[in-house]
């Protein structure tokens, strides 16, 4: 059994991730060309475009492809692992200098996570409500569970809206929490969150956009990776050989990470690091869309939450992590919305 200080931990982790975005040459004939790159998974198709991180990808003759055993880029199965490089085309999708593609395959720690979200939605099931442990003696109930009725069936209709083809729809379970806050979470089990308080202050399209950006953390495996990211972490810390022993002995590196994670976040906190939520506001958008909902609410949705709860990176909600203000998350949703969803993409 895994502790229940190693539980919150795991999903709770939150480490500051990179996504520096290289800058093209400038050359004479042409002016300064800002390179993006895309990580993430093929999730669908529009046309001759991939949907990957979000995005719409497309190659043009000089794409570099390597695509292992993939014919072609109009070949790569949806839930392949896809990333690429490119520049942005005058209508918002980026044209890939550079496109790898290989198979989804088992990461490192996924089991782990299954394993340890799995006993905590056990252990929320049988308390019949969301509890959050203050310290090794006390716990206290978020909120009381709705497992059934309008509000519970409201929300897992819009899950099998929004998810993508590739992601098995029965695993993903649906829990409602009954408290007036604003929130939502997602285990790295599937197991999907949402508070009444939102549910009832928000409409379908709005819940879409919070349910999309949650499954996103699901389905980009955003726990697994940076629990992933801290072990490496404290392995650099340990140095030399204990790296490798942290590394590649799942015990030891769980009781190193028990051992730097009592003073880490609780789960309902939601502290995912920036790149994580950049992403999935990015992802969650595109999950949104594709069910069909109106996505340009997204902006006066994070509003909302800023008039709600201040302009400030404190607050105990989905959409927190590690952005700076509510202001910063508006523009990062607008730039999205006008490259991808201003005309019918």
């Not at 920036?274 to 997204?298: I, N, P, T």
Request: glycine share 10%; hydrophobic share 40%; charged share 25%.
């Amino acid at each position: 059994m895994v502790s229940r200080w190693l539980m919150t931990w795991i999903v709770g982790v939150a480490l500051v991730l990179g996504g520096p975005v290289a800058q093209a040459e400038r050359t004479p004939e042409a002016p300064k060309a800002q390179k993006e790159k895309l990580s993430g998974y093929a999730e669908w198709r529009t046309g001759s475009a991939l949907i990957v991180d979000g995005q719409r990808l497309v190659i043009g003759p000089a794409t570099k492809l390597k695509l292992g055993k993939v014919a072609s880029f109009d070949a790569i199965p949806l839930g392949y692992e896809v990333s690429a490089e490119g520049t942005r085309l005058p209508d918002g999708a980026l044209l890939a200098q550079q496109v790898e593609a290989r198979p989804n395959g088992e990461g490192l720690f996924e089991g782990d996570i299954r394993q340890v979200t799995n006993e905590m939605e056990a252990e929320w099931m049988e308390a019949g409500a969301v509890l959050e442990r203050i310290d090794e003696h006390t716990v206290e109930v978020v909120g009381r569970l709705l497992e059934t009725g309008p509000q519970p069936d409201r929300v897992r209709q819009i899950v099998r809206r929004v998810a993508p083809p590739y992601l098995n729809v029965d695993r993903l379970r649906v829990h409602v929490v009954d408290t007036r806050e604003w929130n939502a979470m997602a285990m790295g089990n599937g197991a999907i969150w949402v508070f009444t308080g939102l549910l009832k202050d928000m409409d379908d399209d709005e819940v879409a956009i919070v349910v999309g950006h949650e499954l996103a953390h699901y389905s980009h495996e955003h726990s697994r990776r940076e629990f992933k990211k801290a072990m490496i972490a404290q392995a650099i810390v340990l140095g030399g050989a204990a790296a490798t022993q942290v590394i590649t002995d799942n015990d030891k590196a769980m009781a190193a990470a028990a051992a730097i994670g009592i003073i880490s976040s609780m789960i309902y906190l939601n502290k995912y690091s920036r790149g994580s939520e950049d992403q999935a506001d990015r992802v969650g958008l595109r999950y949104a869309h594709q069910g069909g909902f109106d996505v340009r609410k997204g902006p006066r949705l994070w509003r909302r939450f800023g008039e709600k709860y201040g302009d400030t990176n404190g607050l105990l909600n989905f959409f927190i992590g590690d952005h700076s203000t509510a202001s910063a998350r508006v523009k990062h949703l607008e730039r999205q919305i006008a490259l991808n969803y201003t005309l019918a993409r």
